[in-house]
């Protein structure tokens, strides 16, 4: 099916516990994306990726690392998770003259 | 203070009202403005997109831009209770490497 799918859907991890948020977008668009959605913040841009292999810090990257080797996948890591990294996570993605972003589904992420 | 400030609500309207939802920003460098709108549980979605002022209609939606204010609009028309959602503005500069600069977004209510 084409579209952008993130896994899993839920996820509970212990603190200090690494853990990848996977994002796959089958349209081959060039820019990807990392939110986090919080009440009271909205939706807070973590990292974003214009192309395979080009990575750049957003808003919050404290605590999380991604990479791009290719361009249909963009994988999120909380080296160490915190209580306070605990929301729920959207990826989204866009191609080079489209405005609008396409988002997944979200990955809800309790850590304790 | 927030480059995007938007009401959280809850706007709780009845079946067949018009519902006005807003946005006030503070960075004049914004030209494209977006509507999104969230169910619960799901990714936002892409709404209503326009670029710099005016107005721009999409069936029972009428995006409204006011770059002088500085505020953003959304009308619905005859809202129905599947409009109950969670809406959010959105809005960037030009040039593709800028990025989307969201508001907290407003929940919304339509009771029968």
């Known amino acids: 099916d084409a579209g952008i799918t993130q896994s899993p859907r839920y996820k509970i991890t212990e603190t200090g516990r690494q853990v990848t948020l996977m994002c796959h977008q089958t349209?081959?668009?060039?820019?990807m994306f990392w939110y986090r959605q919080d009440l009271g913040h909205g939706l807070r841009l973590i990292y974003y990726?214009?192309?395979?292999?080009?990575?750049d810090k957003g808003e919050v990257p404290d605590g999380y690392v991604v990479s791009r080797s290719k361009t249909e996948n963009f994988p999120l890591t909380l080296e160490s998770a915190t209580r306070s990294q605990t929301s729920v996570y959207f990826c989204?993605?866009?191609?080079?003259?489209?405005?609008?972003?396409?988002f997944g589904s979200g990955t809800r992420l309790t850590v304790v | 203070q927030k480059e995007v400030e938007q009401d959280p609500g809850p706007l709780s309207v009845p079946e067949g009202a018009i519902v006005s939802l807003n946005c006030t920003y503070s960075?004049?460098?914004?030209?494209?403005f977006m509507w999104y709108r969230q169910y619960s549980r799901k990714g936002p979605e892409l709404l209503m997109y326009?670029?710099?002022?005016g107005n721009k209609e999409d069936g029972r939606f009428t995006a409204q831009v006011d770059k002088s204010s500085k505020y953003i609009s959304l009308f619905i028309r005859d809202s129905q209770p599947s409009d109950s959602a969670t809406y959010l503005c959105?809005?960037?500069?030009?040039?593709?490497?800028?990025?989307?600069?969201f508001g907290t977004g407003t929940r919304l209510q339509v009771t029968l």
């Open positions: 989204a993605s866009r191609e080079d003259r489209n405005y609008g972003y396409t």
């Open positions: 349209w081959s668009h060039s820019y």
């Open positions: 990726s214009a192309a395979a292999d080009i990575t």
């Open positions: 960075n004049s460098a914004f030209q494209y």
């Open positions: 326009t670029y710099s002022s």
């Open positions: 959105a809005m960037k500069r030009t040039g593709t490497a800028s990025k989307l600069t």
